[in-house]
């Protein structure tokens, strides 16, 4: 299986590139983000809980997105691979990923990294947010706090797969097509 973790700063193109990746690889898209949104959106107990913290720019807690991405390991068996997006963002994160795909007798490929500068990833989210309602991305203040949350907890992931040999680099600004090239001729070198 072909199991990747697109991983970068708020608003550097991971769901956007993950759009393009799932077509040209037929894999299954799990963006955390996206799932928490879907909780929201039906109103669940854990959507007003993951609203709130959210709204803020803070993360959601580290058992309540593990479980959310166990649940939908478990719900799509015989796949060609998954794309994690926007998770792991903690440590902790990454050690119960490696752990639940040990069980499925799987693991990570490779982790690709996109890298955008703290200017281009505050226009972007801010241009999002005049259209899009994500409360997340209409204030500059919330938007500066969720990339200090990324920086705090989020770049040791980087470290974690470092030192696991799969970390792979990809300057996200340009084209969308120029940066989904530059991410398929990683993916083409993985083993
Ligand atoms: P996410 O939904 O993961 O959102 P994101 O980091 O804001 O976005 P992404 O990087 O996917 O950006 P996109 O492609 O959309 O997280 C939201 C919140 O959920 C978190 O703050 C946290 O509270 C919670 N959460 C999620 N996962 C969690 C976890 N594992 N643990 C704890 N909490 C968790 O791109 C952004 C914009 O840029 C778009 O408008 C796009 O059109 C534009 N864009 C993309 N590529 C571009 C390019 N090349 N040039 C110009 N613009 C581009």
Avoid: C
Avoid at 114 to 141: F, I, T, Y
């Amino acid at each position: 299986m072909l199991n990747l973790v697109l991983f970068g700063p708020p608003g550097a193109g991971k769901g956007t590139q993950s759009q393009k990746l799932i077509e040209k690889y037929q894999l299954i898209h799990l963006s955390t983000g996206d799932i928490l949104r879907n909780e929201i959106s039906k109103g669940t107990t854990l959507g007003l809980e993951a609203k709130k913290l959210m709204d803020e720019g803070k993360l959601v807690p580290d058992e309540v997105v593990i479980g959310m991405i166990s649940n939908k390991l478990t719900e799509n068996p015989n796949v060609k691979g998954f794309i994690f997006d926007g998770f792991p963002r903690t440590v902790a994160q990454a050690e119960a990923l490696d752990a639940l795909l040990q069980k499925h007798n799987e693991r990570i490929a490779g982790m690709i990294s996109l890298e955008v500068n703290e200017d281009e990833l505050e226009k972007r989210l801010l241009l999002r947010g005049k259209d899009s309602g994500r409360a997340d991305d209409a204030n500059p203040e919330i938007i500066r706090k969720r990339i200090a949350e990324y920086q705090s907890k989020t770049t040791p992931v980087a470290n974690f797969y470092k030192q696991q040999g799969k970390l792979n680099t990809v300057y996200g600004i340009g084209s969308i097509d120029d940066i989904f090239k530059k991410i398929s001729e990683v993916i083409e070198k993985l083993n």
